[in-house]
């Protein structure tokens, strides 16, 4: 059962102090704040037994109220995209607040990532809760959030909750940005990447999905077989999708009929020798390579392009106005009925 030790980060403009919760398992420490229920580090050993903290972040709030990256951050209540923030639930269109180009992103002007989040432990689990008031963003329904992080023999779990009084939409996910050389080390592209996927999703040149699908075999996009980062990162100039995105900012489907006991990625970095299994119950994952990167981080290190990635579990982005993609998953939710989620990173050392 993980320690779990509570500490003063910083304090607010509006004088609210905000606390970081760190949890003890052996050797390895993950820090979570009560502000946007950010991850803030993750300390493992690699290879060679030294300490390394696997997730980018900022030493001070300071960094955080200024997050456009989202460092580490809870995401609600919309992960990813929404077309044109056009959301129709029981035969009634909303407008949700428009803040990446002409679309909703993460929840709109001040999404679940700005809130301060009220902290339980309840034994080694570390358990956040938040309300949403029926009309914030626009969205309907009052929702109450629970997310509650685990950490325990080198597994990092969350696990989603959430319930509303009216229908509406919801689809959680977490911001974290992994370099498993550890943050400020350089760039992700030598680290190794599978992803249980046969197809992505093709967006539009605001990344908006608008239907279809696009198979991985013979692309850049296909890491059915572990391969580097940087093998299809070079191709991003050749490729349609890859060029819209910069590099890889795209939702991999993952296979309706894997075991869900078993992971749906491995991240490995053959530097550190440390490696990252990933598993969840949700149907697709954005791999975000990190390449908007431009930012000062930790230690003083400066973040620039693929100097962390993100494997954010979600429901397909825009299914809300896809129906073949909320075949795979939809993000409405009825007038109380449980919202339930999950996902698990595995730490573990390969020589």
Not at 46 to 56: H, I, S
Not at 142 to 161: A, H, M, W
């Amino acid at each position: 059962m993980a320690e779990i030790v509570k500490s003063e980060f910083g304090k607010l403009p509006d004088g609210r102090t905000v606390y970081a919760y760190t949890m003890k398992d052996g050797e390895n420490k993950l820090t979570v704040l009560n502000y946007g229920g950010i991850l803030q580090s993750l300390i493992v050993p690699d290879r060679a037994g030294k300490p390394t903290d696997v997730l980018l972040g900022y030493d001070g709030i300071e960094g955080y109220l200024r997050n456009g990256g989202y460092l580490g951050a809870l995401i609600g209540r919309f992960g990813n995209r929404i077309d044109k923030g056009r959301l129709t639930v029981d035969g009634k269109t909303y407008q949700l607040y428009i803040n990446d180009r002409s679309n909703h992103l993460h929840g709109g002007r001040e999404g679940f990532n700005a809130k301060i989040w009220d902290v339980e432990t309840e034994g080694g689990k570390l358990v956040l809760s938040c309300f949403s008031p029926d009309g914030e963003e626009n969205y309907p329904g009052n929702l109450r959030v629970k997310v509650t992080y685990t950490f325990e023999n080198g597994v990092l779990g969350i696990d989603y909750y959430a319930l509303s009084d009216k229908a509406t939409a919801v689809n959680l996910t977490n911001h974290a940005y992994f370099n498993l050389n550890g943050e400020g080390s350089g760039s992700i592209l030598g680290h190794c990447l599978r992803i249980d996927s046969d197809r992505i999703v093709p967006t539009d040149d605001e990344l908006i999905p608008h239907g279809g699908f696009r198979a991985v075999k013979g692309t850049p996009f296909d890491f059915t077989a572990e391969k580097k980062i940087a093998d299809g990162d070079a191709l991003r100039g050749e490729d349609e999708d890859l060029a819209r995105g910069g590099g890889f900012d795209h939702c991999f489907v993952l296979r309706a009929d894997r075991d869900k006991n078993k992971p749906y990625a491995s991240l490995y970095s053959p530097e550190s020798g440390i490696r990252m299994d990933c598993f969840t119950d949700m149907p697709a994952v954005q791999f975000y390579a990190g390449t908007g990167l431009a930012q000062d981080g930790k230690k003083g290190h400066r973040y620039t392009r693929c100097c962390g990635m993100c494997l954010e579990t979600e429901d397909v982005p825009n299914n809300v106005n896809v129906p073949e993609y909320a075949a795979l998953g939809s993000s409405l939710v009825g007038a109380n009925q449980p919202y339930r989620r999950f996902a698990r990173y595995a730490f573990s050392v390969s020589e």
